[in-house]
């Protein structure tokens, strides 16, 4: 944001740049918090670390929000865009049917209970909202659910300390070195790829489209240059190995069924010198 500020500014020759945002004391109490900290308000811009600023809504509560897209729909006022359905469509969709408006308090009181696109985040066990989607609509979220299982999958493995690598990565300038239980193993980091590949693949077969494309060349490259740096390959390039058989040969690596570890190892590490 600071970079596109100082393009601007450099641009126009100006600092007389506002940034308007849609924040709101209401949407959580560390959010209030922040806008407190920066003397942020509705009405008077305010100059912080990201130069002016102005929180237009900081005041509203989400029934406000929602009335006015409802407004918008309903075409008493003009707007930039006339596709709010569709954002409210999908809002309802991962309250399992039910209009965000009503759902909005207590989709609030969960703990990102209806984030879209962290569909890896490990903070909540079950990602409802992206479930709720797919059951609501399979046809507009159905696609996703490879993602979903891909999370499962990883939730469900990540106290299988059998999957990960002793190998310590890290000296501290006095010489020493800790080893123990720590990072995936590369086993469990190459069935990752084959997973990640398959499923992408299969969803390029099915649309024509890269409509999940979660590794492309640039990252493909820096995992086998991660790996490659790490050593431990069966052969040399196999990350570029793992993309050929998925993408070129046509081979396919589902996610197997897994049950919930529970976290009840404390694993212990030496230190070397």
């Keep these: ?36 900290k920066r003397n942020e308000t509705s009405h008077t811009p305010v100059m912080t670390e990201l130069g002016w600023t102005l929180a237009i809504i900081k005041d509203w509560s989400l029934s406000d929000v929602w009335q006015l897209f409802s407004i918008i729909d309903d075409g008493d006022i003009e707007s930039y865009s006339d596709n709010f359905h569709y ?30 696109g962290c569909f890896l985040c490990a903070l909540n066990k079950d990602d409802s909202s992206l479930e709720n989607q797919m059951d609501t609509d399979p046809k507009t979220y159905g696609f996703m659910r490879p993602l979903n299982d891909l999370r499962t999958y990883m939730i469900n493995t990540l ?48 649309s024509g489209n890269h409509t999940i494309d979660l590794v492309d ?3 493909l490259l820096a995992i086998q240059y991660a790996w490659a740096r790490e050593g431990g390959e069966e052969q040399a390039g196999m990350a570029l190995k793992i993309w050929h058989d998925v993408v070129n040969e046509g081979m396919r690596y589902p996610i197997p069924k897994t049950s919930y570890t529970e976290k009840n190892l404390h694993p212990n590490t030496c230190i070397f010198h």
């Design 159 to 206: 106290y299988d300390y059998s999957n990960r690598s002793t190998l310590g990565r890290k000296l501290t300038k006095e010489g020493y070195i800790k080893v123990g239980l720590n990072q995936y193993s590369l086993e469990y980091r190459m069935d990752l790829l084959r997973f990640i590949l398959t499923i992408q693949q299969e969803s390029y077969e099915r």
């Design 87 to 116: 954002m409210k469509k999908h809002y309802s969709a991962g309250n399992g049917g039910v209009c965000d408006l009503f759902a909005g308090n207590l989709a609030q009181s969960k703990s990102c209970g209806s984030r879209f």
């Design 217 to 219: 060349y640039r990252e």
């Design 1 to 36: 944001m600071k970079a596109f500020l100082k393009s601007l500014s450099d641009k126009y020759q100006t600092d007389k740049i506002l940034s308007v945002s849609g924040l709101r004391d209401a949407e959580s109490a560390v959010r209030k918090s922040n806008l407190q």
